[in-house]
C-alpha cells in the first residue's frame, strides 16, 4: 500500500465505450480543443524530461480524433516517447492474444478447445483425465501455479525453469488444486501449460504462429509475443517504476517461465489496427472472441463480470464497456461501437493510471460527473498526543480483500505498536513506520499521502481502521481488530515441531530449528532463513516474497500431528496454493 508497485504497468490501454440498446444509435459531440486540454489536465504532469512517457490516441467511428505525446522513452538518453514507442504489455495481459490463437487453431481445425489435455501430453497425472483446454482458459484445470508453488523453493519469482523442469513440475502433481471442470484458481501453469500445447498443434513456436496469423494479416508490424528479452529491439522502451516521488528505477523484475513467458511487444499506432480489428464484425479477431465466449466463464470470485482471457464488463454512466484487461487491473480494449468511441494509451510507467482513463471517458460521454467520488480531505499538521492514550490503537489489525486468486479469501494483518510517545505501523518484518497524530484518531505517514483513520461504531465494538492512500491510484483499506490472540507456545511445544520436512512434489527438503530466542526459523539452501510466526492453534506465517516487489505476503503453514501428538507433516497455503504438503522425514529419540 505504500509506493510499491504490485503489479507491472508498461501497457496498452484501449477503451472503447458502448452504450446499452436502449442507448444505440447515439452519437457524442467531441471538440478536438477541449479534448486535447483535458488530456494536458490529465497527463502534464509527465510531460518533462524526468517522467516515463505516454502515448493516447482518441478514435471516434474509426477516425483518429487527436493523438497526444508526454515524457520519456528513454530517461538515461532523453529520447522522447512516441506513438511508434515499443512497449511491453505485462504478464497477465497479454492472455488475450493467447487465447485468440486457440480460438483460431480450434477454428482452423487443428485442435478443440474441448480436447484433453492428456491427448497432447500423456504423462500428466491421471486426475488431469478430464482437464482440457477450456478448463486452461477458464482456470479450472486444478493444475498448481508454477509461482505461487515454487516461491517455497526458490528467492525469487525472476528465475527461469527450461521446459522440462516446467513439465516435470506439472506431471509430478500429487492431486488437483481445486475440483477440475468446477473449481476456480487462478493458474499461470494454465496458460503455460496451454502455450505447450498450441506449438505441439500448430506445429510452429507461438511468436511464429501469432506473427502469421494475427499480427501481419492486421498490418502490426510492430507487435509480437516476445522470445527472448534480452534481444535487442529498436525503439523499445524500457519500463520505469517509482519507489519515491518522482524518482524513478529501470523496472527488471518481470516474471519468466517457458511456456507462459507471453509478453506482448506493441505501440500505440500498431493498437489502431488492433481497435478496428474489433470494430469490424466479420474480422477474423471478432469471430475469435464468439468462439472464446462460448464456454468461456467470468471469475467466480469477483463482483464485475471478467473473463479470464482479458475482458471485464464494466458500466461507465449509463454505458457499457467492455475492458480488456489482465488482473493486474490495466485495461486496453472494449467493444460495441454504438457511441464508436476508442481510447488507445501506451506507456512504460510501471503506474497504475487507470483512473485517469476513467476520467477520460466520463468526459467523453459528457456524463455528469458530480457524482465522483471525492477524496477525504485530512490535514497533515501532526498534533501532540500522551502515550498513554495512544495504547487504545495499538494491537494487531485483520484486512481482508477480494481476491481474483481464489475462493480463499486474502488475509493480511498489521499491527500498531506504542513506543515511547509515538504510534508505529508494523507494515512488514523489516519495516516499521512512525505515524503523525493528527487529531480525532486520525494518523498520518509522514513520508507519503496516507491516513489511518481509527474508529468505533459503538463504544463496545471493536476498534477499525480506514486506511486512505491518495497517491498513485486513491483507494480505501479496511481494518478491523483481530480478537484472535497470538497464541504463546512453551519452548518444549516448538521443539517438538523442528526436523526436516520433505516436499514429494517438489522433491524439496527444508529443516526447522528454534533458534536461542524461541523463534522457529525455516531453513532452505536457496532461500535466506524466516521465522515461521504464531497465529493460532497449530497455524503459523511464513512471510514470503512472492510478488515482484519489496513486500511479503503471507502463506499460512498448518501443522498436523499423529495420536501420540507428534508432528506428521504439515500444509502451506495460499491465495494461489490451496494445498502443498511437506513431511516429516526425521523424528527426535524420544519420539522413536
Same mark, same amino acid.
Given at each position: 500500500?505504500?509506493?510499491?508497485?504490485? @503489479? =507491472?504497468?508498461?501497457?496498452?490501454?484501449?477503451?472503447? %465505450?458502448?452504450?446499452?440498446? =436502449?442507448?444505440?444509435?447515439?452519437? &457524442?459531440?467531441?471538440?478536438?480543443?477541449?479534448?486535447?486540454?483535458?488530456?494536458?489536465?490529465?497527463?502534464?504532469?509527465?510531460?518533462?524530461? /524526468? =517522467?516515463?512517457?505516454?502515448?493516447?490516441?482518441?478514435?471516434?467511428?474509426?477516425?483518429? &480524433?487527436?493523438?497526444?505525446?508526454?515524457?520519456?522513452?528513454?530517461?538515461?538518453?532523453?529520447?522522447?516517447?512516441?506513438?511508434?514507442?515499443?512497449?511491453? &504489455?505485462?504478464?497477465?495481459?497479454?492472455?488475450?492474444? *493467447?487465447?485468440?490463437?486457440?480460438?483460431?487453431?480450434?477454428?482452423?481445425?487443428?485442435?478443440?478447445?474441448?480436447?484433453?489435455?492428456?491427448?497432447?501430453?500423456?504423462?500428466?497425472?491421471?486426475?488431469?483425465?478430464?482437464?482440457?483446454?477450456?478448463?486452461?482458459?477458464?482456470?479450472?484445470?486444478?493444475?498448481?501455479?508454477?509461482?505461487?508453488?515454487?516461491?517455497?523453493?526458490?528467492?525469487?519469482?525472476?528465475?527461469?525453469?527450461?521446459?522440462?523442469?516446467?513439465?516435470?513440475?506439472?506431471?509430478?502433481?500429487?492431486?488437483?488444486?481445486?475440483?477440475?471442470?468446477?473449481?476456480?484458481?487462478?493458474?499461470?501453469?494454465?496458460?503455460?501449460?496451454? #502455450? $505447450?500445447?498450441?506449438?505441439?498443434?500448430?506445429?510452429?513456436?507461438?511468436? !511464429?504462429?501469432?506473427?502469421?496469423?494475427?499480427?501481419?494479416?492486421?498490418?502490426?508490424?510492430?507487435?509480437?509475443?516476445?522470445?527472448?528479452?534480452?534481444?535487442?529491439?529498436?525503439?523499445?522502451?524500457?519500463? !520505469?517504476?517509482?519507489?519515491?516521488?518522482?524518482?524513478y528505477k529501470v523496472w527488471l523484475r518481470d516474471k519468466t517461465s517457458p511456456g507462459g513467458n507471453y509478453f506482448i511487444l506493441t505501440s500505440a499506432n500498431d493498437q489502431e489496427?488492433?481497435?478496428?480489428?474489433?470494430?469490424?464484425?466479420?474480422?477474423?479477431?471478432?469471430?475469435?472472441?464468439?468462439?472464446? #465466449?462460448?464456454?468461456?466463464?467470468?471469475?467466480?470470485?469477483?463482483?464485475?463480470?471478467?473473463?479470464?482471457?482479458?475482458?471485464? &464488463?464494466?458500466?461507465?454512466?449509463?454505458?457499457?464497456? %467492455?475492458?480488456?484487461m489482465g488482473v493486474s487491473g490495466y485495461s486496453y480494449l472494449s467493444r460495441i461501437p454504438s457511441v464508436g468511441l476508442a481510447i488507445i494509451c501506451t506507456t512504460n510507467n510501471?503506474?497504475?493510471?487507470?483512473?485517469?482513463?476513467?476520467?477520460?471517458?466520463?468526459?467523453?460521454?459528457?456524463?455528469?460527473?458530480?457524482?465522483?467520488?471525492?477524496?477525504?480531505?485530512?490535514?497533515?499538521?501532526?498534533?501532540?498526543?500522551?502515550?498513554?492514550? +495512544?495504547?487504545?490503537? /495499538?494491537?494487531?489489525?485483520?484486512?481482508?480483500?477480494?481476491?481474483?486468486?481464489?475462493?480463499?479469501?486474502?488475509?493480511?494483518?498489521?499491527?500498531?505498536?506504542?513506543?515511547?510517545?509515538? @504510534?508505529?505501523?508494523?507494515?512488514?518484518?523489516?519495516? *516499521?513506520?512512525? +505515524?503523525?497524530?493528527?487529531?480525532?484518531?486520525?494518523?498520518?505517514?509522514?513520508?507519503?499521502?496516507?491516513?489511518?483513520?481509527?474508529? #468505533?461504531?459503538?463504544?463496545?465494538?471493536?476498534?477499525?481502521?480506514?486506511?486512505?492512500?491518495?497517491?498513485?491510484?486513491?483507494?480505501?483499506?479496511?481494518?478491523?481488530?483481530?480478537?484472535?490472540?497470538?497464541?504463546?507456545?512453551?519452548?518444549?511445544?516448538?521443539?517438538?515441531?523442528?526436523?526436516?520436512?520433505?516436499?514429494?512434489?517438489?522433491?524439496?527438503? $527444508? =529443516?526447522?530449528?528454534?533458534?536461542?530466542?524461541?523463534?522457529?526459523?525455516?531453513?532452505?539452501?536457496?532461500?535466506?532463513?524466516?521465522?515461521?510466526?504464531?497465529?493460532?492453534?497449530?497455524?503459523?506465517?511464513?512471510? %514470503?516474497?512472492?510478488?515482484?516487489?519489496?513486500?511479503?505476503?503471507?502463506?499460512?503453514?498448518?501443522?498436523?500431528?499423529?495420536?501420540?501428538?507428534?508432528?506428521?507433516?504439515?500444509?502451506?497455503?495460499?491465495?494461489? @496454493?490451496?494445498?502443498?504438503?511437506?513431511? #516429516?522425514?526425521?523424528?527426535?529419540?524420544?519420539?522413536?
Open positions: 500500500m505504500r509506493t510499491q508497485i504490485i @503489479l =507491472s504497468t508498461t501497457l496498452i490501454t484501449l477503451l472503447t %465505450t458502448t452504450a446499452f440498446v =436502449s442507448l444505440s444509435a447515439q452519437t &457524442i459531440s467531441i471538440d478536438k480543443g477541449q479534448l486535447e486540454k483535458k488530456l494536458d489536465s490529465l497527463f502534464n504532469a509527465f510531460n518533462n524530461t /524526468a =517522467s516515463p512517457g505516454y502515448a493516447i490516441t482518441v478514435i471516434q467511428n474509426q477516425k483518429v &480524433i487527436t493523438k497526444k505525446e508526454y515524457g520519456r522513452a528513454s530517461l538515461e538518453h532523453n529520447v522522447p516517447f512516441n506513438h511508434n514507442t515499443i512497449v511491453t &504489455i505485462p504478464y497477465s495481459e497479454g492472455r488475450e492474444f *493467447i487465447s485468440l490463437a486457440a480460438a483460431l487453431l480450434d477454428q482452423d481445425g487443428k485442435l478443440s478447445l474441448d480436447d484433453k489435455v492428456r491427448k497432447y501430453f500423456p504423462k500428466l497425472p491421471l486426475w488431469a483425465e478430464s482437464v482440457t483446454l477450456q478448463d486452461l482458459l477458464n482456470h479450472s484445470s486444478g493444475f498448481c501455479d508454477e509461482w505461487a508453488t515454487l516461491v517455497l523453493t526458490q528467492a525469487s519469482m525472476n528465475n527461469r525453469l527450461d521446459e522440462s523442469q516446467f513439465l516435470n513440475f506439472l506431471y509430478n502433481q500429487p492431486d488437483p488444486q481445486v475440483e477440475p471442470g468446477k473449481g476456480y484458481m487462478y493458474s499461470n501453469s494454465d496458460f503455460g501449460l496451454l #502455450r $505447450l500445447i498450441l506449438e505441439k498443434a500448430s506445429n510452429e513456436k507461438l511468436p !511464429y504462429y501469432m506473427e502469421r496469423r494475427i499480427f501481419k494479416p492486421l498490418h502490426m508490424l510492430s507487435t509480437s509475443l516476445r522470445i527472448n528479452k534480452e534481444t535487442v529491439i529498436e525503439n523499445h522502451a524500457f519500463s !520505469y517504476f517509482s519507489d519515491s516521488p518522482g524518482v489496427r488492433w481497435a478496428g480489428a474489433f470494430a469490424d464484425k466479420n474480422s477474423f479477431v471478432t469471430k475469435g472472441f464468439e468462439r472464446l #465466449r462460448q464456454n468461456a466463464r467470468p471469475i467466480p470470485v469477483l463482483k464485475e463480470k471478467y473473463y479470464t482471457y482479458g475482458h471485464k &464488463i464494466k458500466k461507465i454512466g449509463a454505458y457499457e464497456t %467492455t475492458i480488456h510501471h503506474e497504475p493510471y487507470s483512473e485517469k482513463l476513467d476520467e477520460l471517458a466520463i468526459y467523453l460521454l459528457q456524463i455528469d460527473n458530480n457524482s465522483k467520488k471525492q477524496l477525504q480531505k485530512f490535514s497533515s499538521t501532526p498534533k501532540p498526543i500522551k502515550g498513554e492514550e +495512544l495504547q487504545k490503537y /495499538a494491537g494487531r489489525y485483520l484486512s481482508f480483500g477480494e481476491n481474483f486468486q481464489s475462493t480463499v479469501q486474502s488475509r493480511t494483518y498489521y499491527t500498531m505498536k506504542v513506543i515511547g510517545d509515538s @504510534l508505529y505501523w508494523q507494515y512488514s518484518s523489516t519495516e *516499521i513506520l512512525p +505515524l503523525q497524530h493528527i487529531g480525532n484518531g486520525v494518523f498520518k505517514d509522514p513520508d507519503f499521502a496516507v491516513w489511518l483513520r481509527f474508529f #468505533r461504531t459503538h463504544p463496545d465494538s471493536l476498534m477499525q481502521v480506514e486506511a486512505h492512500k491518495q497517491f498513485g491510484k486513491p483507494e480505501i483499506f479496511n481494518w478491523v481488530k483481530d480478537t484472535n490472540v497470538e497464541p504463546f507456545y512453551p519452548r518444549e511445544y516448538l521443539q517438538k515441531l523442528t526436523g526436516k520436512y520433505y516436499s514429494k512434489h517438489l522433491d524439496f527438503y $527444508l =529443516s526447522i530449528v528454534l533458534n536461542d530466542d524461541g523463534k522457529l526459523v525455516v531453513k532452505r539452501p536457496t532461500i535466506a532463513d524466516k521465522f515461521l510466526q504464531s497465529h493460532s492453534a497449530d497455524e503459523f506465517i511464513l512471510l %514470503t516474497d512472492f510478488q515482484e516487489t519489496d513486500y511479503e505476503v503471507n502463506f499460512w503453514i498448518h501443522f498436523y500431528f499423529n495420536q501420540a501428538g507428534i508432528p506428521t507433516h504439515f500444509d502451506v497455503r495460499h491465495g494461489r @496454493l490451496m494445498h502443498h504438503r511437506f513431511d #516429516r522425514i526425521n523424528q527426535h529419540s524420544d519420539e522413536k
